[in-house]
T-cell receptor, first 112, second 109 residues
C-alpha cells in the first residue's frame, strides 16, 4: 500500500495563478484532511471531509476550495494564489473508529 | 476554547541527556492526546497516544489532568531523536485534530 500520496511535491506559482493539489489514499479511510504547516504556527487545518460527499471548513479555509471526488481522493484548490499561501501542505486520512491520522509527504508551495 | 500549547520552539540537548518536551492543553471533557513526530524530509507520523500508555523509541508521555499537561519525556536522548515534535488533541465533537505549534528537538553528539 502506498498510504497517502500527494502531487506535486513542489510548485512555484505567481500571484493570481490557480492550481490544484491532489491527494489520494489507498487505505479505504473515511476521513481526509488538508493542513498547512508554517514556521511558528504548527499545523493548521484548512478543510476536512468526514466522508465521501461531505466537506467542512477548518481553521483557515479562506482562499481555498476542496473536492472529495470519491472515497480515495481529496483535492485542494487555490483559485487565485497569494504570497500568504506560501506554505507546506499536508494531506491526511483517518479510518473511522480510530484516532490515528496518516499523513502524506507534503507539497511545498511558493507563491511569488 | 480547545487549544494545545507547546511553549518551546527549540530544545537543544547533548546526546545522553534527559529530554522533556512540554505540552499543555485546554479542553472541556476528557481529552485524547497524541504526540506526532516529523523527522527531516519525512512525513508526519504518530509517535504515541496517551490512551495506549506505551513507550515508543524510549519516549513516554503521561497525561496530567490536574496540570492539563502531556509532556513528552525520554531519559537519554539520541542523535536520531532530532526532529520536529507536535502535541495534538482530538476534538470529538468536530472530528478534528488540534495541533500545537511544535518543538524542534536538536540532539548534539
Amino acid at each position: 500500500n502506498a498510504g497517502v500520496t500527494q502531487t506535486p511535491k513542489f510548485q512555484v506559482l505567481k500571484t493570481g495563478q490557480s492550481m490544484t493539489l491532489q491527494c489520494a489514499q489507498d487505505m479505504n479511510h473515511n476521513s481526509m484532511y488538508w493542513y498547512r504547516q508554517d514556521p511558528g504556527m504548527g499545523l493548521r487545518l484548512i478543510y476536512y471531509s468526514a466522508s465521501e460527499g461531505t466537506t467542512d471548513k477548518g481553521e483557515v479555509p479562506n482562499g481555498y476550495n476542496v473536492s472529495r471526488l470519491n472515497k480515495r481522493e481529496f483535492s485542494l484548490r487555490l483559485e487565485s494564489a497569494a504570497p500568504s499561501q506560501t506554505s507546506v501542505y499536508f494531506c491526511a486520512s483517518r479510518s473511522q473508529g480510530t484516532d490515528t491520522q496518516y499523513f502524506g509527504p507534503g507539497t511545498r508551495l511558493t507563491v511569488l | 476554547a480547545q487549544r494545545v500549547t507547546q511553549p518551546e520552539k527549540l530544545l537543544s540537548v547533548f546526546k545522553g541527556a534527559p529530554v522533556e518536551l512540554k505540552c499543555n492543553y485546554s479542553y472541556s471533557g476528557s481529552p485524547e492526546l497524541f504526540w506526532y513526530v516529523q523527522y527531516s524530509r519525512q512525513r508526519l507520523q504518530l509517535l504515541l497516544r496517551h490512551i495506549s500508555r506505551e513507550s515508543i523509541k524510549g519516549f513516554t508521555a503521561d497525561l496530567n489532568k490536574g496540570e492539563t499537561s502531556f509532556h513528552l519525556k525520554k531519559p537519554f536522548a539520541q542523535e536520531e531523536d532530532s526532529a520536529m515534535y507536535y502535541c495534538a488533541l482530538i476534538s470529538y465533537n468536530t472530528d478534528k485534530l488540534i495541533f500545537g505549534t511544535g518543538t524542534r528537538l536538536q540532539v548534539f553528539p
